[in-house]
């Protein structure tokens, strides 16, 4: 039998924004940090038990793996998994030091760090003295001291009365809690910009509700969902925040049918934007978060930036505005949206041949001019409204699209790359890039049953959904790979 889990005690550091505030400030943010902290645990199914002093915050949890939610909330800089021990002695201190670190120092070089936080305590203990006599103490079970690369620092901090000692710190993401910087409405589009945008100014202390507007159908929805979910799950502790799917189906209509394709974008944009603005309002909101980031893409070169803005007199926030491609892509790895969001990609059929990259505004606004914009708040009127925290996106999907079983006689297509497919694939499975799927399946035989799989069902079930608009019979595997490996087996099973 396992032996149970071991309680730890963690010590939470604020981050340092925090610690310079003036003192009603502080008091105001510390509240709030509280308050998302205990929202947190209870999220996670642990019991708040929480003290809090000038400087720290301690936590007691069930195990050292309960930790690692305190890393997602926003306003700690860093925490430690400590052991406490009364500072009444400095013999004490050295017992219990030895205890806890004389099996890590063995055979290592280590340095001793101790500090005082906060006010002194009645006890007269010099940090000094502890490091001397606790370095005394665990040099013959080490391999020597060496203050300036240590293989092991054995840490203790003096709060109070008592010293905490630890091995580490275990670093957070700074920043403020949520709550403490107002609320925007962040555009989301599911792809790797949006995600990590919505994400830096969450770590500002920003409360946000997401506008997605809707260009590639129900498949597309629930991608975005999907990694909405993980931003509202993982990182938005203290918060309820909610996703608002706008349909742009007459948007884009009124678009092909009544302006210039070159403009399509920068318009597009424009309309989004005017979209976030009337939720804005809705949400007493400050300000709109976009994704875009300087020369990425046509439409956010620096004219066609300055022409985007002018279509609100709302705040817009870029916090990604001269971030290159892969810092973006590595911090949507951080935060765990990359897998869905390289998935969930940029839905959009209007890229015309020749865009503007220069647009000017008075280009654009005749071009607008074309377009009837009470489609706009039409369309934001009948919007879907899906509260992140509270839904289970497995229980969505298309159910007329899904399959639990290969159909006799069906073509069985893998959307995955190469490497996946060869490592395992549904027997006599063809292999095609979604990419070239989409290019291809209009010349796909009309008398053919089509079953579609991929990683996790979402581009499949967007194949799928396109391929019946042009009359094939087509399906997909809800769940993807792993769906699809427990028919496996069951039809292995007998």
């Given at each position: 039998?396992?032996d149970p889990?071991t309680?730890q005690?963690?010590?939470?550091r604020?981050?340092?924004?925090i610690g310079?505030k003036?003192?009603?400030t502080r008091?105001?943010?510390v509240?709030?940090?509280?308050?998302?902290?205990?929202?947190?645990l209870?999220a996670?199914n642990l019991?708040?038990?929480?003290?809090?002093?000038?400087n720290r915050?301690f936590v007691e949890?069930?195990?050292?793996?309960?930790?690692?939610v305190?890393?997602?909330?926003f306003?700690?800089?860093?925490?430690?998994l400590?052991?406490?021990?009364?500072?009444d002695s400095?013999e004490?201190?050295?017992d219990?030091?030895?205890?806890?670190?004389?099996n890590r120092?063995?055979?290592?070089?280590?340095?001793?760090?101790?500090?005082r936080v906060?006010e002194?305590s009645k006890?007269?203990?010099l940090?000094?003295?502890i490091e001397?006599e606790l370095?005394?103490?665990?040099?013959?079970r080490s391999?020597?001291?060496?203050l300036?690369n240590p293989e092991?620092?054995?840490s203790?901090?003096l709060?109070g009365?008592?010293a905490?000692f630890?091995?580490e710190?275990?670093?957070?993401h700074?920043?403020?809690p949520?709550g403490?910087?107002g609320r925007?409405?962040?555009?989301?589009?599911g792809g790797?910009?949006?995600?990590?945008?919505?994400?830096q100014?969450?770590r500002r202390?920003?409360?946000?509700?997401?506008?997605?507007c809707n260009?590639?159908g129900?498949?597309?929805q629930l991608?975005?969902l999907?990694?909405a979910?993980?931003?509202?799950d993982?990182?938005?502790?203290?918060?309820?925040?909610?996703?608002?799917?706008?349909?742009?189906?007459?948007?884009t209509?009124?678009l092909?049918?009544?302006?210039q394709?070159?403009?399509w974008q920068?318009?597009?944009k424009r309309l989004?934007?005017?979209?976030a603005?009337?939720?804005?309002?809705?949400r007493?909101a400050s300000a709109?978060?976009t994704?875009?980031?300087?020369?990425?893409?046509?439409?956010q070169?620096?004219?066609?930036l300055?022409?985007?803005?002018?279509?609100t007199?709302?705040t817009?926030?870029r916090?990604?505005?001269?971030?290159?491609k892969e810092?973006i892509i590595d911090t949507?790895?951080?935060?765990d949206?990359?897998?869905?969001s390289k998935?969930v990609?940029?839905y959009?059929a209007m890229?015309?041949?020749?865009?503007?990259?220069?647009?000017?505004l008075?280009?654009?606004?005749?071009?607008e001019?074309k377009?009837?914009?009470s489609?706009?708040?039409?369309?934001?009127a009948a919007?879907?409204i899906?509260?992140?925290r509270e839904?289970?996106?497995?229980?969505l999907g298309i159910?007329?699209l899904?399959v639990?079983?290969?159909?006799?006689g069906?073509?069985?297509i893998?959307?995955?790359t190469k490497?996946?497919?060869q490592n395992?694939?549904?027997?006599d499975?063809l292999?095609?890039?979604?990419?070239h799927?989409l290019?291809?399946?209009a010349?796909?035989?009309?008398n053919?049953t089509?079953v579609l799989?991929?990683?996790?069902?979402?581009?499949s079930?967007?194949l799928?959904?396109?391929m019946?608009k042009?009359?094939?019979?087509a399906f997909?595997?809800?769940g993807g790979?792993k769906?699809?490996?427990?028919m496996a087996a069951r039809s292995?099973?007998g």
């Amino acid at each position: 039998m396992a032996d149970p889990p071991t309680p730890q005690l963690a010590l939470l550091r604020f981050s340092g924004e925090i610690g310079t505030k003036a003192r009603a400030t502080r008091s105001q943010f510390v509240q709030r940090l509280l308050a998302n902290l205990r929202n947190a645990l209870l999220a996670e199914n642990l019991e708040p038990r929480i003290r809090d002093t000038h400087n720290r915050i301690f936590v007691e949890l069930p195990d050292a793996a309960s930790a690692s939610v305190l890393t997602r909330i926003f306003g700690f800089q860093s925490i430690s998994l400590v052991e406490r021990c009364p500072a009444d002695s400095i013999e004490r201190l050295v017992d219990a030091g030895e205890e806890w670190f004389g099996n890590r120092v063995a055979g290592k070089r280590f340095a001793v760090r101790a500090r005082r936080v906060g006010e002194r305590s009645k006890i007269a203990l010099l940090p000094s003295e502890i490091e001397r006599e606790l370095g005394t103490r665990l040099l013959s079970r080490s391999a020597g001291v060496d203050l300036s690369n240590p293989e092991v620092t054995v840490s203790i901090e003096l709060i109070g009365d008592d010293a905490y000692f630890f091995p580490e710190r275990i670093a957070c993401h700074g920043g403020l809690p949520i709550g403490a910087s107002g609320r925007a409405i962040a555009l989301m589009s599911g792809g790797f910009d949006s995600a990590v945008a919505a994400w830096q100014l969450l770590r500002r202390g920003v409360r946000i509700d997401y506008a997605f507007c809707n260009l590639g159908g129900e498949t597309h929805q629930l991608g975005v969902l999907r990694v909405a979910k993980v931003l509202a799950d993982r990182w938005s502790y203290g918060d309820q925040p909610r996703l608002h799917a706008i349909d742009f189906a007459a948007l884009t209509d009124e678009l092909r049918a009544r302006t210039q394709a070159r403009y399509w974008q920068v318009l597009l944009k424009r309309l989004m934007v005017r979209a976030a603005e009337i939720l804005v309002r809705e949400r007493r909101a400050s300000a709109i978060i976009t994704g875009e980031a300087v020369g990425q893409v046509s439409s956010q070169t620096l004219p066609n930036l300055a022409v985007i803005s002018r279509a609100t007199n709302e705040t817009i926030l870029r916090p990604l505005v001269g971030a290159n491609k892969e810092e973006i892509i590595d911090t949507a790895r951080l935060i765990d949206t990359y897998d869905l969001s390289k998935i969930v990609g940029e839905y959009c059929a209007m890229v015309p041949t020749r865009p503007a990259t220069a647009a000017t505004l008075e280009a654009v606004e005749a071009e607008e001019a074309k377009i009837d914009l009470s489609i706009v708040e039409a369309a934001v009127a009948a919007r879907n409204i899906f509260k992140l925290r509270e839904l289970d996106v497995e229980t969505l999907g298309i159910p007329d699209l899904e399959v639990d079983r290969i159909p006799a006689g069906a073509t069985v297509i893998d959307l995955r790359t190469k490497p996946e497919y060869q490592n395992w694939h549904w027997p006599d499975a063809l292999r095609l890039d979604f990419g070239h799927a989409l290019k291809a399946y209009a010349n796909f035989d009309r008398n053919q049953t089509y079953v579609l799989y991929c990683e996790i069902g979402l581009k499949s079930a967007h194949l799928a959904e396109f391929m019946r608009k042009e009359g094939l019979r087509a399906f997909h595997i809800p769940g993807g790979l792993k769906t699809l490996q427990k028919m496996a087996a069951r039809s292995a099973s007998g």
